[in-house]
Structure formats: structure tokens, C-alpha cells
């Protein structure tokens, strides 16, 4: 228990990373959440139809772990954003995430360009389903893998 606290310990230079942080306040009444300005500053839309979203992201330096590659969690982040957009329905709500999978296949760190391609597999009802894939496009390596599943309203029939 000892090793799991020390290891989760806040120290100073983290501390002092994370308060160096610029964050740009939001226009009123729109509701955001600190990740997206944290993980999703930079990423672009290169191609965008309906069930497909190809985009492009330069992994920044604030996104790298301890060892110095791309953490988890800003790639489990990725696949939720990118995999809800694919099938986002403007002037609907979005949709809410039900279950996510994700197989971390190779690493990336700071300065690498990924192309992460999101693409809908299917729907019943108000259930859908997304394929989320990141590769470096410098060699072609499959960063990561996720699937994602997501249940939301469907547009009125009438």
C-alpha cells in the first residue's frame, strides 16, 4: 500500500507542470471540461463524412507519461472524443458512451504525427457502434485499437 501511495504522490515538478497550464476561458453558457483543452488542443479534421472521421494529431509534450511516451489515459481520451463524433447528429445531444475497448499496440511519444481514423460500424435503435484507429504516420504503426459503444436519441421520424 506504501509503494502504491508513494507512487501517486503529487510531486513538486508535476505540480508546478500542471499550474504552468494556459487555459482559455470558455464563452458563457457553454459547458466544457478541462481534458478537452488539455488533450484535444491541436488535433485536426483532415476528412469528415458521414460515418468516417479522419483527423490528425502532433502528440504534445503535456501528453507524455513519466517515461516519456504517449499516456494512456490521453489516448483512451481520443478514442472517446473521436469515435462519439463519428456518429454525432447536430442538434441532438450527444450521444453517451457505454462501453470503450482499447489494445495499446505500439507507443508514441512528444513530436509524433498520428492520423487517428474514426469510422461507425453499426446501429440498432439508439445503439452504436464505432472503430477508433490510431497510427503514427511516420511508420505506419498501429498505435492503438478502440472500439466504442455509445447509446443516444435518434432523429424523429416524422
Excluded: W
Aim: charged content about 25%; hydrophobic content about 40%; aromatic content about 6%.
Amino acid at each position: 500500500m506504501e509503494k502504491a501511495k508513494e507512487f501517486l504522490k503529487v510531486n513538486d515538478e508535476a505540480s508546478e507542470s500542471v499550474s504552468r497550464l494556459a487555459v482559455p476561458p470558455h464563452p458563457a453558457g457553454i459547458d466544457h471540461i478541462l481534458l478537452e483543452d488539455i488533450v484535444l488542443k491541436g488535433i485536426r479534421v483532415d476528412r469528415a463524412e458521414p460515418g468516417l472521421l479522419v483527423c490528425s494529431f502532433k502528440v504534445p509534450p503535456r501528453l507524455a507519461n513519466r517515461a516519456g511516451g504517449f499516456a494512456a489515459g490521453a489516448i483512451s481520451y481520443l478514442v472517446d472524443e473521436v469515435g462519439g463524433a463519428v456518429i454525432n447528429v447536430e442538434g441532438l445531444p450527444r450521444n453517451v458512451s457505454v462501453d470503450m475497448s482499447i489494445s495499446f499496440l505500439s507507443a508514441a511519444k512528444p513530436d509524433d504525427e498520428l492520423e487517428i481514423t474514426g469510422s461507425r460500424l453499426g446501429q440498432r435503435g439508439g445503439y452504436y457502434g464505432t472503430l477508433v484507429l490510431i497510427r503514427n504516420k511516420a511508420t505506419g504503426e498501429v498505435v492503438a485499437e478502440g472500439r466504442h459503444s455509445l447509446f443516444g436519441k435518434r432523429p424523429s421520424k416524422l
